[in-house]
């Protein structure tokens, strides 16, 4: 932490030297594109991390720029300052954080649909400060804005601002490397994996929608002093579209990538636009490519260095959290499960129940509903009829993040990792979720967290311990055991597993095996199996479940279901 | 990570070269800053927006007032020199021009032809520090110090003209349509007090946004079902050109007039001769008034820039106006010196192309000009002597 | 019939009509390719130029309709064949790219033009009597165009070989490609259509507007709203879509002004986008 601070105040320092280098009108200059690069980096948080596209970021800063505007015409002079100037940066932030609320619960993915109301949105705050003349000012703007109190002049607002930035990176930096950082690059790769580890991914996002909000609002509370006048423009479309570009020239996915694209494209479009009449079709030209071929623009190298300014030392103790031990036998009961799409079938009346902790394998020919009675069962799709019932409790109709937390996991048939993450990131995803309160993804504390499972697994399964590579360096094997493994972290008490060995070679087939017998002896999980290969199912199943056409067939132990001749016919061809 | 020492020397070079570069990159810039004797005058001039099409002719005659300005000795015995810069950006951007201008070009006057936004936002950047004489027609109200108006205001648009309308066309029903901002709304504002003084009614009132490429259907429509007799238009640019287009395509100029009060020139060619009948100009210069002193500025421009140069209007004008008003005004209080020119300012006459205007309370008193349009040209039909701005600043 | 009415009548059908014209060529690379084309208001402005240039030149208006076809062709093609092809299956990085792109071929036409607008003489100036109202001519010829326009489109898609040949692409990729279907030819020819009709709505529009390096803006922010409202993919969508915002903002537009029309396209759009983002007629 020492360091943190230790290198913000040599960026500080860094900042405080560049009006005397470059003399008054860069310190104007400056001062002004400082405020533009704390508004890219809330763009830096929602695309770069979280993997979402805010195509209106400009209308937090015109809204904060209002407020602040407002506030210091009318009361100027007053100790209300003190508590209006802040609320003009907080205000932005919470609507950000309850659009995004509304927005992101009304549909799971965030997709371009997600930067179309942005920016209608923004279109509509422009609007509406052109028209709303009274208190806005109309197209002219609010004017006569003086400066802050007790600072007179740009000049030493400068420093103000510079402030400003370095306390704002350092806060966006704080955030990249907690864990929140870490679930907001996963749900950019994988959101619909991470809410079947128990996350409310559309608070996540809405968070990070509120607090790109409010670093718009921040960099607009100073606008208002240092120009003096805020017009609708500030709001507008062509700032944001703006704000973007600078954003994704200078590196969307690195730390200090906004606040260098702002900067620099920025103050140097405005120097040279008129100067070299190409230098806008060159930045076009430039975006182009960026987002082609370089996510990671122009910091993308320096970023290294700066991660090494801003980064913490990880040689902290490790804290190993216990396994919760043998837990409550799940009842699972499905009853009457009806689901069809269009005019295909896929569930018909399905009904079952599991009382006692075993392994139950579910099996079938290919489109007997197997995967769909997971998804049913998971909530990934809504069942259409009937119910079904965890412990005599209504999990139908409920979210995936909601299911999970109940006790589910899951694991896929296609393993479903975070690739760009770190194997340990991926693990921690996996503690993480249903341990961690929403406070807690904000300290660096969870990132030292450890399982005794984990530790177990490594034992077993040694590539684990490469720890710092990135996920999508495994092999497809290693990628079903990483996921296998995930799914075990968050102690479900039931465990579905779709076929967990396709696609690995009889020795890992033989390993992963062996981990689900030492699963089901170590925390007595009720697990149920969807497997193809009868001598697996011959291993490990205690029941066997065989489903044809949505419904259950037969449900008994291996013999009876091998002896069943209704059982053969559905199979047929296939020798059991 | 393997070659983390190499990577990272190889990154703090590249850091240390691109600061290096960014350090060097302003000083590349300080070009075209010319000699420390020249005396600059920042020019701010539409080039881009809703009023570009008014940039070339402003151009011109702001090159053209530099060479007069500087023949007849330059100003303060220093040559004068001109930095131009767009106006037609939003209100901010051309705040920040004003800053670069005054901070780092280091312009010693500057002369603006642009719409009031624009004016404020450079007023409250400027904050008086160097003199500014905004040229073009306004709303009036401009009372900041060290800002010096020359161009029309309502009172000498309308104030003569209404009586004239109502009296010779006997007008009794007026309709007013204008761009949502200040001029427009202030100009009807005063509008209204000269109609009821005259006799007459508002029968609608109209704003249209300013920047969107406007379509006028319906507001041609609403204006239809209004039925004035008169059309006050306080439209700019662009959306003049299209609404009195859509409004004579809609038949209503057979028996509606309309008076626009920023109709020049480009503007009507850009409506042409199809849709112009029964539509008037209130301006203070139309590049046929039939002067010695216009005839001569006409054909000295010509002279300059060519039969085919974009064509003179009373914006233009205004820039001529302004840089030899500005520069004639230096001279005579002998310095830049705020108190000294708002001294020699008051009663401050000087001739013009259109005959001499007389500067009170920082504004202009002048001859103001009704033209019909024929066709694609402006028939001067009424000359009214000498009106007063109507303008008071303490 | 009242007078007024009819005016205000017309004026809608005007909107309504315009406005399918307009996004018809977004319709087909959103709708069918998939492709969010931001740049599609830019190559509404290369058709407006196209007819200026032309108009300039002294030629015959309707000169100016191949020559916007010709340049649109070209330059949809290039598009398509070095940049999009690669991005059909990554719906935001088309997003980012096309929007690089309008802002690329702003300003390569402010380079030629300059950032003025240009305004073009009327090529049909004067007006028509339609049921006793005068109503103005290259109006009411734009109407029929767009209207006789969309009716032989939708007769050929229905019917035609090739149409049939984009349906099988669309609905699917693989199946398509398996029966012998020459996809990325298909795709890359269907793009260059989307485009020509852009620039031909331009041609049509050119008279009636400023033209100016930034006049796509406006049509592709109001063409997205169209095709969110109406839904994507079918004609009839582009139709209804056309039609609640092009009435909406016509009617809230003659009866409260301007502002209020762009007002009330905005709230129908945010409200679209965010309950119903299948709009009207969805595709299943």
């Not at chain 2, 002369?111 to 905004?134: C, E, F, L, M, T």
Request: aromatic residues 10%; contains cysteine.
């Amino acid at each position: 932490m020492g360091s943190f601070l230790g290198r913000s105040v040599i960026l500080l320092v860094g900042l405080f030297t560049l009006p005397t280098l470059f003399g008054d009108f860069w310190a104007y200059q400056l001062g002004l594109y400082f405020l533009y690069s704390i508004a890219a980096l809330g763009i830096g948080i929602c695309w770069g991390q979280a993997g979402f596209l805010p195509l209106g970021q400009a209308m937090f800063l015109g809204i904060g720029a209002y407020l602040s505007g407002f506030s210091l015409i009318h009361f100027h002079d007053s100790a209300w300052l003190f508590l209006l100037l802040p609320s003009a940066a907080i205000a932005p932030g919470l609507l950000a954080f309850f659009f995004g609320l509304l927005i992101f619960r009304g549909r799971v993915e965030s997709g371009p649909y997600f930067a179309l109301i942005t920016l209608a949105l923004s279109l509509l705050t422009f609007q509406v400060a052109t028209s709303w003349v009274e208190v806005t000012g109309g197209f002219n703007g609010l004017g006569g804005i003086p400066g802050l109190p007790g600072i007179a002049g740009f000049k030493a607002l400068y420093y103000v601002i510079a402030t400003v930035l370095t306390i704002s990176v350092c806060g966006v930096a704080w955030l990249v490397k907690s864990p929140i950082g870490v679930i907001w690059r996963g749900i950019a790769e994988n959101e619909p994996r991470l809410t079947f580890f128990g996350y409310d991914t559309p608070l996540l996002k809405a968070l990070a929608f509120g607090i790109s909000g409010l670093l718009g609002g921040i960099a607009g509370v100073f606008y208002a002093p240092h120009q003096g006048l805020v017009t609708p423009n500030l709001a507008g479309f062509i700032l944001s579209a703006e704000l973007l570009i600078w954003t994704a020239v200078g590196g969307r996915k690195t730390l200090m990538g906004p606040v260098i694209g702002a900067i620099l494209v920025g103050s140097l479009t405005a120097e040279l636009r008129d100067v070299v009449p190409v230098w806008e079709l060159m930045i076009a030209g430039l975006f182009i490519c960026v987002v082609l071929f370089m996510p990671k623009g122009i910091a993308g190298w320096p970023e290294q260095l700066f991660r090494r300014i801003f980064s913490h030392s990880r040689q902290e103790e490790k804290v190993t959290l216990a396994a919760r031990g043998i837990l409550t036998a799940p009842k699972l009961e499905l009853s009457g499960c009806s689901l069809s799409l269009g005019s295909v079938g896929i569930l018909d009346n399905l009904s079952f129940q599991i009382d006692e902790p075993g392994i139950y394998c579910l099996i079938g020919p290919n489109g007997a509903g197997k995967t769909s009675t997971f998804n049913a069962i998971t909530g990934a799709v809504y069942i259409q009829s009937g119910t079904i019932q965890l412990d005599g409790e209504r999990m139908s109709g409920l979210l995936p993040n909601n299911v999970a937390l109940r006790g589910l996991g899951r694991k896929f048939q296609v393993p479903s990792i975070f690739p760009n993450l770190t194997i340990a990131e991926n693990l921690l995803v996996a503690v993480w979720g249903g341990r961690c309160s929403l406070k807690d993804l904000f300290s660096y504390k969870p990132l030292n967290w450890s399982s005794t499972i984990i530790t177990d697994l490594r034992e077993k399964f040694p590539f684990l311990n490469q720890d710092e590579n990135s996920a999508n360096e495994l092999s497809h094997g290693e990628k079903q055991v990483l996921e296998l493994a995930m799914s075990l972290l968050g102690e479900p008490r039931l465990l579905l597993l779709d076929e967990p060995c396709a696609g690995l070679s009889p020795e890992e087939t033989e390993k992963v095996i062996e981990t689900v017998h030492w699963v089901r002896s170590t925390f007595d999980t009720t697990i149920m199996v969807i497997e193809h290969d009868m001598a697996l199912v011959k291993d490990i199943a205690d029941q066997v479940i065989v489903m044809h056409q949505g419904q259950v067939l037969t449900i008994g132990s291996v013999q009876d279901v091998q002896k069943d001749i209704r059982v053969k016919e559905v199979y047929v061809g296939v020798s059991i | 990570m393997l070659n983390r020492n190499k990577t990272s020397r190889r990154q703090i070079l590249k850091a240390a070269l691109g600061g290096a570069a960014l350090s060097v990159a302003p000083g590349l810039l300080k070009y075209a800053k010319g000699a420390a004797s020249d005396f600059k005058i920042g020019l701010f001039i539409p080039l881009s927006g809703p009023a570009a099409l008014f940039g070339p002719s402003a151009k011109n005659c702001g090159e053209l007032a530099i060479d007069v300005v500087n023949k007849s000795g330059g100003v303060l015995g220093r040559q004068a020199k001109l930095y131009i810069a767009d106006a037609g950006v939003p209100p901010a951007e051309a705040a920040k021009s004003a800053m670069r201008l005054m901070l780092s070009e280091k312009v010693d006057l500057m002369v603006g032809n642009h719409d009031s936004a624009v004016r404020q936002a450079i007023v409250g950047a400027v904050k008086g520090k160097v003199p500014y004489v905004y040229s073009p027609v306004y709303e009036g109200g401009e009372c900041s110090p060290n800002v010096f108006m020359l161009g029309e205001t309502p009172q000498q648009q309308l104030k003569p003209t209404i009586p004239y309308f109502a009296k010779t066309k006997g007008v009794k029903n007026y309709y007013l349509i204008g761009n949502d901002y200040v001029w427009p709304r202030i100009t009807n504002k005063l509008a209204k007090q000269y109609i009821s003084a005259a006799g007459g009614n508002v029968v609608g009132e109209q704003y249209i946004p300013f920047g969107p490429a406007n379509k006028f259907e319906s507001a041609v429509t609403r204006i239809k079902s209004a039925k004035p007799d008169l059309v006050v238009i306080t439209l700019v640019g662009g959306d003049n050109v299209n609404f009195n287009r859509t409004f004579a395509e809609f038949g209503l100029h057979k028996n509606i007039t309309r008076v626009a009060s920023l109709l020049e020139e480009n503007t009507l060619m850009g409506i042409g001769a199809a849709s112009s009948s029964n539509l008037y100009s209130s301006m203070a210069y139309f590049a046929n008034i039939d002067s010695t002193e216009n005839k001569a500025f006409v054909s000295s421009y010509k002279a300059k820039f060519g039969a085919k140069a974009a064509v003179l209007n009373t914006l233009a004008e205004s820039n001529y106006a302004g840089i030899t008003f500005g520069s004639a005004l230096v001279n005579k209080a002998g310095s830049t010196n705020a108190s000294k020119l708002a001294a020699t300012a008051e009663g401050f006459t000087i001739n013009t192309p259109t005959g001499s205007v007389t500067m009170r309370n920082r504004h202009t008193d002048k001859n103001m000009f009704l033209a019909e349009c024929m066709g694609t040209q402006f028939s001067v039909a009424k000359v009214f002597n000498n009106v007063a701005s109507g303008q008071t600043c303490t | 019939m009242d007078p007024i009415a009819l005016t205000i009548a017309l004026n809608v059908v005007y909107e309504v009509t315009t406005l399918f014209v307009i996004v018809l060529g977004l319709a087909i690379v959103f709708g069918l390719l998939r492709v969010m084309n931001l740049a599609h208001g830019e190559f509404i402005m290369i058709g407006a130029y196209s007819a200026y240039f032309c108009q300039d030149q002294g030629w015959p208006y309707i000169t100016a309709i191949p020559f916007a076809l010709i340049i649109a062709a070209v330059v949809g093609y290039l598009i398509e064949f070095t940049l999009i092809r690669h991005l059909y299956k990554r719906p935001f990085d088309t997003l980012l790219v096309t929007w690089g792109l309008s802002i690329l071929l702003r300003e390569l036409i402010e380079l030629v033009y300059g950032k003025g607008f240009q305004s073009l003489s009327n090529p049909i100036p004067g007006s028509v009597n339609i049921l006793g109202e005068p109503y103005p001519s290259y109006r009411a010829l734009v109407m029929v165009i767009a209207v006789v326009s969309a009716i032989v489109l939708w007769a050929w898609y229905r019917r035609s070989l090739t149409g049939a040949r984009v349906k099988a692409m669309v609905e699917n990729t693989e199946l398509a490609q398996a029966v012998g279907i020459r996809v990325d030819r298909l795709a890359r020819h269907t793009f260059v259509v989307g485009t020509c009709f852009g620039a031909l709505a331009g041609v049509m529009l050119a008279p009636l507007t400023r033209v100016e390096p930034f006049m796509g803006l406006d049509y592709i922010l109001t063409s997205f709203f169209v095709l969110v409202v109406g839904g994507i993919g079918t004609l009839l969508g582009l139709t209804a879509g056309a039609g609640v915002i092009g009435g909406v903002q016509s009617v809230v537009a003659n009866l409260f002004g301007e502002t209020s029309g762009y007002f009330g396209v905005l709230l129908i759009a945010i409200l679209f986008l965010w309950l119903k983002p299948n709009g009207l007629v969805s595709r299943s």
